[in-house]
């Protein structure tokens, strides 16, 4: 494993027969063809999860902006879009899906991350513990298994607004997810789900961001403004404008 997860527990978790509601939150910047990947996925899933899943998209200030799907999926579906191009903004993208959400919880990742049915699944029949925070087994769409990704999560939605959600001080800066994960823990312990698995397609079509290089020497900066924190900090949260672009209802 990764040094971020390599000391955290791996379980199973029990799956049982009540449902609970799960909100999909997952940011968008110009990736026109694989969320049209995302969607055919989503489409497929059953209606007898309706009741119980959304997804909400949230385009982050899109260049050429995120167009919703033509035909209704059978769960849910709200798109949102920022107003402002901020580079690796994807922080007020998950809060804006965070505060949109349905109360229950949250399963966030990223566009080039797969939620596949079984793993959707498992997040609604799951006999999770809401004081808990649970990242997932992964593998690449290739087969072989990897690290789990250190921003995919499954939360209840009041633990994500306790901890404070992100910190939108940070947006514009590469390597912001470490600060989120590092405050959950002080709240919450951090299980890897044995039996729920996310797939990357990392760089397949458009999934990844590719409009911005990575770990840029201003991206260091990131760790100044964390170091000046006072004590009556709180995260930056829902600071940047945004609107609802479509909202769908799933099936009838």
């Not at 470490?178 to 823990?185: E, H, I, Q, S, V």
């Not at 299980?191 to 590719?210: K, M, P």
Request: proline fraction near 8%; charge should be neutral; hydrophobic fraction near 45%.
């Amino acid at each position: 494993m990764a040094l971020w997860c390599r000391d955290l527990p791996v379980r199973d978790i029990a799956i049982g027969t009540v449902p609970k509601p799960v909100t999909l939150v997952v940011p968008y910047y110009m990736n026109p063809d694989f969320f049209a990947q995302q969607v055919a996925g989503w489409r497929a899933w059953p209606c007898a999860l309706s009741p119980y899943v959304e997804v909400i998209v949230v385009d982050d200030g899109s260049p050429r902006p995120a167009v919703a799907p033509i035909q209704p999926l059978p769960v849910a579906f709200r798109l949102f879009r920022i107003a402002v191009d901020r580079r690796w903004n994807w922080l007020a993208a998950r809060n804006i899906g965070a505060h949109h959400a349905r109360a229950g919880w949250l399963l966030l990742t990223d566009m080039d991350h797969v939620v596949t049915l079984p793993t959707l699944m498992a997040a609604v029949y799951g006999q999770h513990d809401p004081a808990t925070i649970y990242a997932f087994t992964r593998r690449e769409h290739t087969g072989e298994p990897i690290a789990p990704h250190s921003a995919s999560f499954l939360l209840s939605r009041d633990l994500f607004w306790t901890i404070g959600g992100y910190d939108e001080t940070l947006a514009g800066y590469y390597g912001t997810d470490g600060d989120f994960r590092r405050r959950a823990l002080s709240y919450a312990p951090i299980v890897v789900q044995a039996n729920a698995t996310l797939v990357r397609h990392e760089f397949v079509a458009d999934a990844s961001t590719t409009r911005y290089l990575r770990k840029q020497p201003e991206d260091a900066t990131v760790h100044t403004l964390i170091a000046a924190r006072s004590s009556a900090w709180r995260p930056k949260t829902l600071s940047f404008p945004y609107a609802e672009v479509t909202a769908e209802g799933g099936c009838a």
